[in-house]
């Protein structure tokens, strides 16, 4: 059973615009979640993270917002950029696990 | 300090065949993990390990075997190479219950 879900394959946004990327995971005993950001032939790279006792936490251009009685979490990303392309993945941790969604790839069009 | 080290970067494998992925870390964490990536597809969760001498299954485990003798190092072992093993393994460490760290990866093939 898939525990993480980004159910958004792709996503392409014009520069300067908003990116909102979304996850939905199913297992209650998540209480920290992440968002990686991947490009290709490289390992995923840490972005920002948020604790379930918070429903939101910023990091210059990236805020990250949790709706816990929604299992949702998001990634905004303002302004864009070009160079914000890549594959966005959303994980959880709870427990000793981390699992991840399937990623977002990410387009961001100048 | 290094983070987290993967080896090899590449490798073609028979059918049949075994090998052993190397993975260490120079970050005294604790926590360590084994992830494939299949193309197209999220971070398959294959093994965990708390400490050495500890580890644990993940979602898809099944043809891959573990160890932690040292808090360094955790190898991913393949006895019995498949296609279906076929995929890019990626290992992370972390401190605890917070962000990890990963490897830059291995991209396996088996033929």
């Known amino acids: 059973d898939q525990q993480v879900k980004q159910n958004s394959p792709s996503l392409s946004v014009q520069e300067g615009r908003i990116s909102i990327l979304n996850c939905d995971y199913t297992?209650?005993?998540?209480?920290?979640f992440l968002w990686y950001k991947k490009y290709p032939a490289e390992g995923p790279t840490f972005l920002i993270s948020i604790s379930s006792i918070k429903d939101k936490n910023e990091d210059g251009r990236f805020t990250v917002f949790l709706n816990k009685s929604a299992k949702h979490l998001s990634l905004h990303i303002v302004p864009s950029q070009p160079g914000d392309s890549a594959v966005y993945f959303c994980?959880?941790?709870?427990?000793?696990?981390?699992?991840f969604g399937a990623g977002t790839i990410l387009r961001v069009k100048s | 300090n290094a983070g987290v080290t993967q080896t090899p970067k590449f490798r073609i494998l028979k059918i049949g065949q075994s090998m052993t992925l190397q993975c260490a870390q120079d970050m005294n964490h604790n926590y360590m993990y084994w992830y494939r990536q299949d193309p197209g597809m999220g971070l398959k969760l294959i093994y965990y390990s708390v400490g050495a001498g500890i580890t644990d299954k993940g979602e898809v485990p099944n043809g891959y075997n573990v160890s932690r003798s040292t808090t360094e190092d955790f190898p991913l072992r393949l006895e019995l190479a498949a296609p279906s093993q076929t995929s890019v393994y990626f290992c992370a460490s972390r401190p605890g219950p917070t962000e990890a760290f990963f490897g830059q990866g291995t991209r396996l093939t088996v033929v």
């Open positions: 297992n209650s005993m998540f209480d920290y």
């Open positions: 994980a959880a941790s709870g427990g000793n696990k981390l699992v």
